[in-house]
């Protein structure tokens, strides 16, 4: 029996294409080239699965264009990349790699919030273009992160994940969720306090963003709930980029509104707004929150063990549409 055809849409860790290689024909792409939907369209034909990232979109039309595929395993926890619906109606399995990156995301989110309220980044740049000539009483004040009140909106496993890191920095957690999550988690959250939005926006010294993207959380920070915003407060967005209306932001910290953002994401990326460029008040990285050497290893093979699972007919570790397996036949 030939083997199933699949289709690896970025380049990835050489050993996944071999281990991959050993279930499947795999077509590979290890230039990294970057496909238009047409091409996309045209690489799935004759294909039964797609191991991917959240840059190829797999919209509903692509779908329709694509019969043989069985099975949809995205590289990432977030999957807004991905038309779930018309995939589950397609009958297609859609998995992605959660829980893998809790840890390293909730570090680096740290490290965007520490690097944006004490300014390493600007003072670093100043450095570097040799203007440190001598020490001031008031050079590049910040604010403070311990003692502080972090407010997380979107208290899943990475928000509860930057929740506990907090307890040795003696902070306040409050945070805002579709829904309260258990006691016993908001205990260990370092007795995070569920609030609304707004007192969020309100209270919060430092504002976490760690929600999915989707219709509903579009823009759920625009330009009314930064005029909420404490005028020392940060913001650090270390989930998807939408979730921040980057026009809105871009003005606010511009007129001072807010002390300052960290983004490892964008709308339209990584075609970024260039207005965050000319902003000495923001810490901008390339979405790298998940990028450590372990965490992307994982979360490679978690994908890996998603495809394989789903074309072998076993039910994949990360199914996201169970609706799309019963009476399935590989
Ligand atoms: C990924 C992410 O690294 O998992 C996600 O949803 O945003 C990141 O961890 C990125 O999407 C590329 O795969």
């Not at 450590?292 to 994908?303: I, V």
């Amino acid at each position: 029996m030939s083997k199933p055809r699949v289709l690896v849409t970025r380049a990835v860790f050489p050993d996944v294409i071999e281990r991959l290689s050993q279930h499947f024909a795999v077509e590979s792409n290890q230039e990294d080239l970057i496909f238009t939907p047409d091409e996309l369209a045209s690489r799935l034909q004759g294909k039964q699965g797609i191991f991917l990232t959240p840059s190829e979109r797999i919209s509903a039309d692509l779908i329709d264009r694509c019969p043989g595929l069985k099975a949809i395993c995205n590289m990432a926890v977030g999957y807004n990349n991905i038309d779930v619906d018309a995939a589950t109606r397609a009958g297609i399995v859609v998995t992605n790699t959660p829980d893998v990156l809790n840890e390293t995301t909730a570090d680096f989110a740290w490290a965007l919030l520490m690097a944006t309220a004490r300014r390493v980044t600007e003072s670093e740049h100043w450095l570097r273009a040799g203007e440190w000539k001598k020490w001031r009483y008031d050079s590049f004040l910040g604010a403070d992160v311990h003692g502080a009140t972090l407010g997380i909106i979107g208290m899943g496993r990475i928000g509860q994940a930057v929740a506990r890191r907090s307890t040795g920095f003696d902070m306040q957690v409050i945070y805002h969720n579709r829904r309260p999550i258990a006691p016993e988690l908001e205990a260990r959250a370092n007795n995070a306090r569920y609030v609304d939005k707004e007192e969020l926006l309100r209270t919060a010294d430092h504002v976490m963003l760690v929600l999915p993207y989707s219709a509903e959380t579009h823009h759920t920070v625009g330009a009314a709930e930064l005029a909420l915003m404490k005028p020392g407060a940060t913001l650090v967005n270390v989930a998807r980029g939408g979730i921040v209306d980057d026009k809105a932001l871009i003005a606010a910290l511009r007129e001072g509104r807010i002390a300052a953002a960290g983004l490892d994401v964008f709308e339209n990326e990584p075609a970024f707004d260039p207005g965050f460029l000319a902003l000495k008040n923001v810490v901008l990285t390339p979405h790298i929150a998940s990028a450590s050497e372990p965490t992307r290893r994982a979360m490679a093979e978690c994908a890996e063990a998603n495809l394989v699972a789903a074309l072998s007919g076993k039910t994949p570790p990360n199914m996201l549409n169970p609706a799309a397996w019963p009476g399935r036949s590989n």
